[in-house]
């Protein structure tokens, strides 16, 4: 199947700062990124997709200028969580794939 | 929007038995049906997809199957082992071909538990 890595696997940040993840298809070019988050024991939630070389689409109730997308090539998205609280910790994964879609191993934030 | 609805939240077998788990979905436009499997801390690892034009699939001691009319769709694992123990969820999206089938509904999930 197709191979996602994800950047960086754990991060922890102050209240007020930003935090920037990375998303890459190794091994297939990905014109659709797809960004989900896990709060922890619940399910998955599609936050928004990541389309190559013009606005990402959010899902209802994710605010765009806090989760900042930005799909600058065939291989890479990136999510930026901007002014971090709290309330943002989660585990925060992206998808990617042409027939059937796998995911990036995720990134665990914690802000304090 | 599509609702996945999925049962049971938690299973419990011994090893050698097999477990179903089933889902149900709003949206008859869906047309793309994957399960996943996830350990703790980890990432979601696709164990089976099927599409709605076919209406069952099998991969070794793993199927799924897909039943249109009713909206729902079943997993079935048999001869369980202990490495089975995860939680599994299914998802469905309707995707018009390529990458659009990415954009994935989750039922809630159902944590498997195989006693040896």
């Known amino acids: 199947g197709a191979v996602v890595s994800q950047h960086p696997s754990r991060v922890i940040c102050k209240s007020g700062t930003s935090v920037k993840i990375e998303c890459r298809s190794l091994d297939f070019q990905a014109t659709t990124m797809f960004w989900y988050r896990q709060f922890p024991k619940q399910s998955l939630m599609l936050m928004a997709t990541s389309n190559e070389g013009s606005k990402a689409t959010y899902e209802q109730g994710v605010e765009k200028d806090k989760f900042l997308i930005n799909h600058a090539s065939l291989t890479l998205s990136t999510l930026t969580v901007t002014s971090a609280h709290p309330e943002d910790s989660s585990f925060y994964i992206c998808s990617a794939g042409r027939d059937s879609m796998y995911f990036g191993p995720g990134t665990r934030l914690t802000v304090t | 929007g599509e609702n996945v609805e999925q049962h049971p939240s938690t299973l419990s077998v011994q090893e050698g038995d097999s477990a179903v788990i089933k889902c149900t979905y709003s949206?008859?436009?869906?047309?793309?049906f994957p399960w996943y499997k996830q350990e703790l801390g980890k990432r979601p690892q696709l164990i089976i997809d099927?599409?709605?034009?076919?209406g069952e699939k099998k991969d070794q001691r793993i199927a799924v199957t897909l039943n249109k009319t009713a909206k729902h769709f079943s997993l079935h694992i048999t001869e369980t082992q202990p490495e089975d123990s995860a939680v599994y969820f299914c998802a469905a999206s309707m995707g018009a071909g390529g990458t659009s089938y990415g954009k994935l509904t989750f039922g809630q999930g159902t944590i498997l538990t195989v006693h040896p």
């Open positions: 949206d008859s436009a869906s047309n793309y």
């Open positions: 099927i599409r709605s034009n076919v």
